[in-house]
């Protein structure tokens, strides 16, 4: 089997149904299965990052983002001016990331064999 570069998109906040869980479900069985996974996150998708208790009517994925080291996801990347726009800094997130701005997060995607958005 040949590994693909695979990147997920994550544009949706955590309450926009089941969408943040079943992009995280989706990666961590790519990953499972030897792809080579990468993760942006932009627009309202860096809200599911976020330090903080989750609310009782919303998945919680963000325990879930602890099994990205047990999968080798280690492309993990936030669109700076999508955190700036909300008023985020990288400190309030759950995760360590890698900030890039908008131009190179579109240099990226042209260089990935797919792209999964939702």
Known sequence: MTCKRLLFVNRHTPRAGARAAEMLDAALIAASFGQEVHLAFLDDGVFQLLKGPAEADVDDVTTRFAELDDCDIDHVWVERESL??????????????????RDSLSATMAAMDMVISA
């Open 84 to 101: 700036a726009e909300r008023g985020l800094v990288v400190a309030d997130l759950i995760i360590p990331v890698a900030l890039v701005d």
